[in-house]
């Protein structure tokens, strides 16, 4: 057991990697990171929009929801679809096979409610399912692909977008501006503000939690097209691993870096995830997240 990671001003952060994708491996790097949640626990993943088949199967991440005694949890989108609406939302989970397996929360169902931000730069605070209170610990399971905004998806978006409401989704993607999710396409913010937001509203929901967070990320089905799309494009990139660490920066810098490295081949193109990345000024997200104090960039490996 070690104690919880001090992430600022930490000089180096571990990452821990292993390129095998499994339920069973899943366990295996949880447990090098040395945290035991106790308590109540939520493991944040995307469910999925209806259509969409590359989100983190209810089968893939079975083993690790049972250790961890936890509950999935989700929130409603701001754009549609068919998670925006509580029922189809409901019906997405069931059809992508989630509520059949585990307890399942879409947190801001009934409600939503204001946390603190320490960087208020853009937002003065972050709206985020009512729910979000009554849990002790969260593993911030994120899916690691492209996102059409954001650049990339990995665990600073799944924890700020992921854990938002529909009126905290609309307020980061406006950089404050509204919550009104029928203004987000009329009021949405510069690029690198909404980034910034987004690095604001993770380190939101890792200061409420009181740093009893755990982060990893799966790169797998690793599409230039986040699972919010119901038509997202083939991967053209081979599955990698799973990385996971007690700090979000890294980790999610460990795995771009991953990827901006991979040697491409036939079959196994990296390519247009970067395209992705560079063409949204995704990597400012990471950037940002370091500036203000949420963790940092350097990092060291781990092989498992």
């Not at 529909?166 to 396409?185: E, F």
């Not at 919010?228 to 795995?255: H, R």
Request: glycine share 10%; with cysteine; aromatic share 8%.
């Amino acid at each position: 057991m070690v104690a919880l990671m001090t992430i600022v001003g930490s000089a180096q952060s571990r990452v821990y990697y292993t390129t095998e994708i499994s339920p069973e491996a899943l366990v295996k790097i949880y447990k090098a990171l040395g945290v035991e949640p106790t308590g109540r626990v939520a493991v944040k993943i995307s469910t999925g929009e209806a259509g969409n088949n590359h989100y983190l199967k209810p089968t893939l991440i079975r083993n690790l929801v049972d250790e961890v005694n936890g509950t999935i949890v989700e929130c409603c989108t701001a754009y549609g679809g068919s998670r925006q609406d509580v029922s189809k939302h409901w019906q997405t989970i069931h059809e992508h096979g989630f509520d059949s397996i585990f307890a399942v929360d879409i947190m801001d169902e009934y409600g939503q409610m204001r946390i603190p931000v320490k960087d208020r730069t853009h937002i003065k605070y972050d709206i985020v399912g009512d729910h979000l209170a009554n849990y002790d610990w969260m593993i911030n399971l994120a899916h690691f692909k492209g996102h059409a905004m954001g650049g990339y998806g990995g665990v600073l978006k799944n924890a700020s977008i992921g854990v938002a409401s529909t009126a905290g989704k609309a307020y980061i993607h406006t950089a404050g501006k509204t919550s009104d999710a029928g203004q987000l396409w009329q009021q949405i913010a510069e690029q690198d503000d909404f980034l910034e937001s987004m690095a604001a509203a993770a380190q939101a929901v890792h200061n409420y939690m009181g740093g009893r967070v755990i982060y990893i990320n799966v790169m797998n089905n690793m599409s230039v097209d986040c699972d919010c799309d119901g038509s997202p494009e083939e991967p053209k990139l081979k599955d990698m691993g799973i990385m996971a660490s007690l700090d979000p920066v890294a980790l999610d810098w460990a795995c771009v870096e991953m990827v901006m490295k991979h040697k491409a081949a036939a079959g196994d193109d990296n390519a247009p995830l970067i395209e992705r990345i560079n063409s949204r000024h995704g990597t400012h997200t990471i950037d940002w997240a370091e500036h203000i104090g949420l963790g940092t960039k350097k990092y060291i490996i781990i092989n498992l």
